[in-house]
């Protein structure tokens, strides 16, 4: 008995979706540089200060931060390298950071808020001044510097 | 068929890009010019021959919290047609479908965009390549 002869027809199946596909790329790069801004609004402010011996302000001036780094401080300091009546401030109702309380300025920068990492903040400043009877009378002008720098 | 691109996307983040200066945050997004990069389709077979391009990325270095989007700003110019991509489509790892269309397309223009910018975000600078794949759909 002759064997059948079987033909095998091989079918081609061609998909008809993707056939060829060819490719570009390009880059794209990102670079975060730091961040470290603070700034105080409210404009200046003037104590005066009378037969108390003391004077304050708690109600003009404000301090606000952004950083995007971590373990950062706001410093304060004074531009006078004396002074005779003592002024103090600090930061109150703190938010993104932590106040060092009352600080007498001088011109030896001082801790005014600790503890800022990767964020905005802000804060109210309370300044205070004080005399005594031997100060006298007279006009003192403190250009005050806040600065944001690394703890 | 052929893809060509030409261009690349480089930024910067900095104090500039506070929403408020001082006591604020970041904006939220940057986004690149609307012609940033620009695409070529060619080498088809006629104004009647279907394509498709995919867009996915490939991150060297890239937060998770940052993503990368794309979009078509104009239908550049040739014999054929163009359709979709006008809306931003975020990038992934995997091949999405960006816009299609039939013949030969030169000019495209892409523009990029960036998302998730905060504070959170440390100084660094991050890279990745955003592939395209021209697909021949008949």
Not at chain 1, 24 to 48: C, P
Not at chain 2, 42 to 49: E, I, L, P, Q, V
Not at chain 2, 54 to 83: F, K, N, Q
């Amino acid at each position: 008995m002759r064997k059948p002869i079987v033909g095998i027809l091989a079918l081609a199946l061609f998909s008809t979706s993707a056939l060829a596909a060819d490719t570009a790329a390009h880059t794209v790069t990102v670079t975060v540089e730091a961040v470290n801004e603070v700034a105080i609004t409210g404009g200046n402010v003037s104590l005066n200060i009378g037969s108390s011996y003391s004077a304050a302000d708690a109600t003009t001036a404000d301090l606000t931060w952004s950083t995007n780094e971590s373990g950062r401080k706001i410093t304060v300091v004074s531009s006078l390298a004396a002074n005779i009546y003592p002024l103090s401030v600090s930061a109150t109702a703190v938010s993104g950071g932590t106040s060092a309380g009352t600080v007498e300025i001088s011109d030896t920068p001082q801790d005014l808020v600790t503890g800022i990492s990767l964020t905005d903040g802000n804060a109210d400043l309370s300044y205070s001044a004080t005399s005594t009877a031997a100060s006298g009378s007279g006009v003192e002008a403190h250009t005050v510097t806040y600065t944001i720098l690394a703890s | 068929m052929d893809l060509h691109t030409s261009g690349t996307w480089a930024t910067t983040i900095n104090a500039t890009h506070l929403q408020a200066g001082a006591g604020s945050e970041l904006v939220s997004t940057d986004q690149s010019a609307t012609s940033q990069i620009v695409i070529e389709v060619s080498a088809t077979a006629g104004s009647s021959d279907s394509w498709r391009l995919d867009v996915r990325r490939a991150d060297s270095t890239w937060p998770s919290e940052i993503g990368l989007w794309v979009r078509r700003t104009g239908g550049g110019s040739g014999t054929g047609s163009i359709d979709g991509g006008l809306a931003w489509i975020e990038v992934g790892a995997t091949d999405i479908s960006f816009f299609s269309g039939e013949g030969d397309r030169d000019s495209i223009p892409v523009q990029l965009r960036i998302t998730g910018l905060s504070l959170g975000l440390s100084p660094d600078s991050f890279l990745s390549t955003v592939h395209y794949s021209l697909v021949d759909t008949l």
